[in-house]
């Protein structure tokens, strides 16, 4: 089946530094990836959405120069979180969407991002 | 705009006992309804998905969701729930409007099952 691998599992950094969290998919093509925050007993929020080749769409309010998406394969998507603060610190999962399928979304395991 | 509704929570309910987590959307057009679990710290795991045809989908580990146009439902049960079965429970939605590209996710909803 399909497996999206998210790295790291957990990171801790300091403030005012910056994170970067990859999301790939390992068995198939992913055209589009989105990117979820999820704060504590919360839902998930769609922060962007990413597709290969082309800058990502980012949600209201999701500040783009802040975090920063990039999608340079049809396998890999890189979510940098830049200038850290201890507010960012979250849930971060990504998903992928396969070429031509309109349902088949699979989830990386998340990333904790805990900035100190 | 698309939304989704979890009213409750959390779900109590004994092992052995049959579950039902609800869930309501709004949407323009058909919708794509999917259930999603989630154990701590992990990501999300697919349970089922109503795309088309029949009403009563069926899904891993046992669970069903049953599609209501009328009611705008897509509660998912279990006939006899299983300590293992503790976890989150997201309903997800996504329709034409949003390019079927678009998951909308609902609050959750807390699932503990008791010995």
């Known amino acids: 089946g399909a497996v999206v691998s998210q790295h790291p599992s957990r990171v801790i950094c300091k403030s005012g530094t910056s994170v970067k969290i990859e999301c790939r998919s390992l068995d198939f093509q992913a055209t589009t990836m989105f990117w979820y925050r999820q704060f504590p007993k919360q839902s998930l929020m769609l922060m962007a959405t990413s597709n290969e080749g082309s800058k990502a769409t980012y949600e209201q309010g999701v500040e783009k120069d802040k975090f920063l998406i990039n999608h340079a394969s049809l396998t890999l998507s890189t979510l940098t979180v830049t200038s850290a603060h201890p507010e960012d610190s979250s849930f971060y999962i990504c998903?992928?969407?396969?070429?031509?399928?309109?349902?088949?979304?699979?989830f990386g395991s998340g990333t904790r991002l805990t900035v100190v | 705009a698309q939304s989704v509704a979890q009213p409750e929570d959390q779900v109590n309910v004994a092992e052995g006992n049959p579950l039902t987590v609800k869930c309501t959307y709004s949407?323009?057009?058909?919708?794509?309804l999917f259930w999603y679990v989630q154990y701590p710290n992990r990501g999300l795991q697919f349970l089922l998905k109503y795309i088309t045809g029949d009403n009563l989908v069926k899904g891993s580990y046992g669970f069903e969701a049953e599609f209501n146009k009328s009611q705008t439902s897509f509660h998912l049960k279990k006939p006899s729930a299983l300590v293992s079965d503790s976890a989150l429970y997201f309903c997800?939605?996504?329709?034409?409007?949003?390019?079927?590209?678009?998951?909308?996710f609902g609050a959750g909803t807390r699932l503990a099952v008791h010995p």
């Open positions: 949407v323009s057009g058909n919708p794509y």
């Open positions: 997800a939605v996504s329709s034409r409007s949003g390019g079927y590209n678009k998951l909308i």
């Open positions: 998903s992928a969407k396969r070429r031509g399928e309109f349902y088949g979304y699979t």
